[in-house]
């Protein structure tokens, strides 16, 4: 855990920029999404996080921050959600794709890794693949959406607060 001394929200690091990322919210001066940073630091941790995207914490934070307080709802009519985000999707296709677990398989490797195959052909439509490298959760995010300000919420809870 990091110690408490970040105790405030410095948004000086987030930027909504209609030039990049169709004005998804990035990092100043980066292309980085506060998504990706935020699934960066969830799939790696932190220190790998910032080590691989070459970010400091207080860049690592605020993106946590920014997406747990939901601060991409502001002027949303106006800026994109970021790519992957529950938010997007739902905007995206108006809650029209459900994920419905009971017409998937998942097959677990002798290694460990995971697959998912569709029980009906159609289902891969429109992405016209016969399966999925991962879990039947990631393929539900894939699919919904990730929920990225619960993450970004745990995130912060894990590596800021005492």
Not at 66 to 74: A, D, N
Not at 120 to 136: M, R, T
Request: with cysteine.
């Amino acid at each position: 855990m990091i110690s408490g001394h970040l105790k405030q929200i410095n948004m000086n690091y987030i930027e909504r920029n209609p030039a990049k990322n169709s004005s998804m919210p990035s990092l100043i001066g980066r292309r980085l999404t506060v998504f990706n940073v935020v699934t960066q630091i969830r799939g790696d941790g932190l220190t790998q996080a910032m080590e691989t995207y070459e970010i400091s914490i207080e860049q690592a934070k605020a993106a946590l921050n920014y997406c747990s307080k939901l601060k991409c709802q502001i002027a949303s009519e106006k800026f994109n959600f970021c790519d992957g985000c529950k938010l997007s999707i739902q905007r995206d296709h108006k809650n029209d794709l459900q994920f419905d677990e009971s017409k998937y398989l998942e097959i677990l490797r002798p290694n460990g890794t995971t697959y998912v195959i569709s029980k009906d052909d159609d289902l891969f439509k429109p992405n016209h693949i016969s399966h999925f490298e991962g879990s039947l959760q990631e393929l539900k995010e894939e699919i919904e959406g990730t929920e990225t300000w619960i993450l970004a919420t745990d995130l912060l809870k894990k590596y800021f607060e005492k």
